[in-house]
């Protein structure tokens, strides 16, 4: 066990990712609505990390379904246009917006519009046991 007077424990090297290595086409998560091209970003980044950053940029038509969330979760989008919901509660998001939904809700986003949604989007990994 460390003591007050130690130095702290050194922390992994720092992890950089470019996009093209981590992209993936695929049907999005929770219902496989259309298609989508994937992000893992933070996948990148060796155990034991703590969170996850991802993008996902969706098709016309294509979304999200509607799942439960077991932690805090944000959306964020850097282009396009989409509706958010949240325990039946929708909203619109634009580039600059982002959408904190809460630990407990079924949430879950779609495209609309004429051009794709980009998203980014961040939460805690599961705990550890």
């Known amino acids: 066990m460390a003591s007050a007077g130690d130095p702290p424990a050194a922390a992994p090297p720092m992890v950089v990712v470019a ?9 999005p998560p929770h219902g496989a609505i259309g298609m989508s091209t994937a992000y893992r970003i933070s ?3 060796p155990q034991p990390r703590t969170m996850e950053f991802r993008r996902r940029v ?3 038509g294509a979304a999200v ?3 439960p ?4 979760e944000v959306y ?3 282009s396009g246009r989409g509706v958010v919901i949240s325990d039946g509660q929708e909203a619109e998001l634009r580039p600059g917006m982002a959408a904190y939904l809460y630990e407990g809700a079924v949430v879950g986003i779609r495209q609309v519009g004429p051009e794709p949604l980009s998203i980014i989007i961040a939460y805690p990994t599961s705990p550890r046991e």
């Open 19 to 27: 996009e093209e290595d981590v992209m993936v086409r695929e049907a």
């Open 76 to 78: 964020y989008v850097t």
């Open 65 to 67: 379904g509607e799942h």
């Open 58 to 60: 969706l098709d016309p």
């Open 69 to 72: 969330i077991s932690h805090d």
């Open 43 to 45: 996948d990148a980044a």
